[in-house]
């Protein structure tokens, strides 16, 4: 008896992805398969359900407050004025979210959760197409398909960032991974559109900025011209609120606020700052221009052609260098912001092979431990020999990026 096949078949993406190639969009699906993506779901499912009535502090004083003063105030009328220190689009999300009569804590982890499976999804189409034509390419594509989608939505920071934390880091993530993919695609109207709409949820989103400062100057078909693209559709996103509120920079107000709401060197991160100082206001410029300075290295040593930007591998590697560089140098970064980098190194070492897999295994485990020591413990269960590991590994990381010959590791690999 013949076997049962399925085949997916990404048709609204096949545009996006310019390729011609029908195969590149169906793979062919067997019943273990589809067992396992079964049972995987299921499985992430669950962990998240166990978590689902953990009050986090974020919960407990900010999130539910600003839910209730919302309700009370008539859902988005209540918008009229400032409700908390996010971003406008999630406090319209928030307003819209009272006019459900449900747990709030529930409604706020179910919208995460499911940016959560759509990240999933999208890393796994990233896995069967984008690395075609990388270093990698002979890549085992129905091993990519299970692997992609499981590390992913069972990734230990994911599962907890939404489901136990309570926290929409999914959300700006989920954006800013397909701004990344149309920038590797060229379709650079789509990227801003995609980084607007990132930044619009998150200020975290400006961490990525220089990795289009880097694509500008490698290669030199960018129009600044998208640059309004990002701004009008990050502006455009508070447009309920400036209709309520009669504020056309209301945006722009909460974010300024935000850049000076945390005046500490470092919060539950492996920070460079851990073994230099705790002085936010003597070394916070300090902090800012040394990690400045590193970002400029790495322009121009893309400027020189020491790194490419051709494939996506390329641009995922880049994008890692400068997340982890501003997790470490830059002054008031806290354990969430880790989000995207473990994101960004598990994509590499779950499709292009296992020479990321030690980078991967150390930023997650460092992560995983900075989430438990908030959540659960209450106290830091940083220490120097898990920051000094943490930075040395960003250093090798760093070093084989750029000065390996070729852009090659310097130490043999396989997928």
């Avoid at 009229?80 to 406090?91: I, M, P, R």
């Avoid at 705790?278 to 590193?294: E, M, S």
Wanted: net charge positive; hydrophobic share 50%.
């Amino acid at each position: 008896m013949q076997q049962l096949r399925d085949i997916i078949i990404l048709k609204g993406l096949q545009n996006l992805a310019g390729k011609s190639n029908h195969e590149e969009f169906c793979l062919p699906l067997r019943p273990k398969s589809i067992v396992f993506f079964l049972i995987v779901t299921l499985l992430a499912i669950i962990v998240r359900y166990i978590g689902r009535d953990v009050i986090s502090q974020d919960m407990e004083l900010a999130f539910l407050p600003w839910f209730v003063t919302m309700k009370n105030g008539g859902g988005l009328n209540a918008l009229n004025k400032q409700v908390g220190d996010y971003s406008l689009l999630y406090q319209t999300i928030v307003a819209c979210l009272t006019y459900i009569d449900a747990n709030p804590v529930y409604l706020y982890k179910i919208i995460s959760v499911l940016f959560d499976f759509l990240i999933a999804f999208s890393v796994l189409y990233f896995s069967v197409n984008c690395f075609v034509g990388s270093s990698n390419a002979k890549v085992n594509k129905k091993r990519n398909l299970c692997l992609s989608y499981a590390c992913v939505i069972l990734l230990p920071t994911m599962v907890m960032n939404s489901a136990y934390w309570g926290q929409c880091d999914s959300l700006y993530t989920f954006f800013l991974l397909w701004s990344i993919w149309f920038l590797y695609k060229e379709s650079y109207p789509l990227s801003f559109f995609a980084l607007g709409c990132s930044l619009a949820f998150k200020l975290q989103a400006i961490l990525l900025l220089p990795l289009f400062v880097y694509a500008y100057f490698s290669k030199r078909n960018i129009h600044l011209f998208n640059i309004i693209i990002a701004a009008i559709t990050f502006w455009l996103s508070g447009i309920v609120v400036y209709i309520c509120r009669q504020n056309l920079f209301a945006n722009i107000e909460i974010y300024s606020n935000q850049v000076t709401m945390f005046k500490r060197m470092w919060m539950n991160v492996p920070s460079f700052w851990f073994f230099i100082t705790v002085d936010y206001n003597k070394f916070y410029l300090v902090a800012i221009g040394l990690t400045l300075l590193i970002l400029g290295i790495g322009l121009l040593l893309v400027i020189n052609g020491r790194k490419k930007m051709n494939t996506f591998e390329q641009i995922i590697e880049l994008a890692v260098f400068i997340e982890w560089t501003c997790i470490i140098f830059l002054p008031a970064m806290h354990d969430r912001y880790t989000y995207v980098l473990d994101l960004l190194l598990l994509i590499l070492a779950i499709v292009v092979g296992r020479k990321y897999f030690s980078y991967t295994l150390v930023a997650t485990i460092t992560s995983t431990i900075t989430y438990i020591s908030y959540l659960f413990t209450g106290q830091v269960l940083l220490n120097s020999w898990i920051v000094f590991l943490y930075i040395l590994t960003w250093l090798y990381y760093s070093y084989n990026l750029f000065f390996c010959s070729t852009n090659k590791y310097c130490y043999p690999t396989s997928a």
